[in-house]
């Protein structure tokens, strides 16, 4: 999911924190009560060594990728819930920098698609790629490895609890890449009220410059373009000086959010207590006002798996 740029006079940057983990996200439809799944992925690169004077093909823990290596990924899902789960599927974009490896992708008792378009759309194989000539004609043709965006894995049939399966998936990596890696964008929009179509609405415009009483909206998004899946990202974000933080505006799908009155040391969920103390050095707490907010905070509550992104936003008045 952009460099890192704030745009107009309000000063202010984000900060993030990256934390490792071997546990992608799994996609399942409409889970129901009942329905509970865990999963695990592992990245392998394949290497050749000499075993008896024959060279042989293994796989090794994936501690650094160069341009050419192989990389072998493997997603675990178990059924941990107490209800049998029909039309279960695990949808994995291929890692940045990498190409899918023709016929690589496999899972017993699962119909594997693919797709070209970003996750919109899925195919069987052979997959088609569809671009647009200059004059407005569509062209379609086969589809090469660097072209597939996602893999899809669709269970056959319903999976029943206590059971799991592995599905995988082979990459070359095309461009050197870190194991690692979270990019960060920001962008900031002033909101109006205009009329259209007779009633009055709310939109967004590219901050240029902010006035006294302006709302800015701050959108920070992140996406993971390194080769191995990221648990625990955080966005932390301070209010910029001269504003105000409008309360409940801070959104994230997937998030927990917290904020801070104190400078960024103690995060709290809502509500938000402001800590006192009395002349007699009796310590009192009430709860905070807007204006005592500090910073914000977002931690994604599901590892972001190699080219998955997100957002996260929140408003302030200026002062």
């Known amino acids: 999911m952009r460099r ?11 900060l993030v924190f990256a934390f490792l983990v071997l546990w992608p996200s799994l996609t399942v439809m409409a889970q129901q009560p009942g329905e509970s799944f865990s999963l695990q992925m592992t990245v392998e690169k394949q290497v050749t060594v000499n075993e008896g004077g024959s060279p042989v093909v293994k796989r090794a823990p994936l501690a650094e990728a160069r341009v050419g290596d192989v990389l072998v990924y493997t997603v675990a899902y178990a059924n941990e819930g107490s209800a049998e789960v029909s039309g279960a599927y695990v949808t994995v974009p291929v890692p940045p920098g990498t190409a899918c490896m023709p016929d690589s992708a496999a899972g017993e008792g699962c119909e594997v698609t693919f797709s070209t378009d970003g996750g919109e759309a899925f195919q069987k194989p ?17 589809a090469s490895p660097e072209d597939l965006t996602h893999i899809r894995w669709r269970a056959r049939g319903a999976v029943a609890p206590g059971q799991s ?9 095309l461009e050197q890449r870190d194991k690692q890696k979270i990019a960060l964008g920001m962008t900031a929009e ?3 009220r ?10 967004r415009a590219p901050l240029e410059k902010a006035g006294r009483g302006d709302t800015i909206c701050y959108t920070v998004a992140y996406s993971n373009e390194g080769l191995e899946p990221v648990k625990e990202v955080t966005v932390v974000d301070p209010v910029p000086a001269g504003t105000v933080y409008v309360p409940a505006s801070a959104i994230g799908e997937g998030t927990e959010i917290t904020y801070s009155v ?5 995060y709290q969920l809502p509500p938000v207590m402001q800590v006192a103390r009395g002349p007699d050095g009796t310590r009192t707490e009430k709860e905070a006002t807007a204006d005592q907010y500090t910073h914000v905070k977002w931690v994604v509550q599901t590892p972001v798996l190699p080219g998955e992104s997100g957002r996260v936003s929140f408003k302030v008045k200026v002062q």
């Not at 205009?194 to 939109?203: A, E, L, M, R």
């Open 126 to 142: 052979p997959v088609k790629c569809s671009t647009t000539r200059p004059d407005g004609t569509v062209e379609e043709r086969p």
């Open 165 to 173: 399966r592995d599905v995988t998936f082979t990459v070359r990596v």
């Open 4 to 14: 890192s740029r704030r745009v107009g006079p309000v000063p202010g940057s984000p």
């Open 262 to 266: 104190d400078g960024g040391h103690l």
């Open 194 to 203: 205009q009329q259209v179509d007779g009633k009055w609405v709310v939109v």
């Open 190 to 192: 002033k909101e109006t």
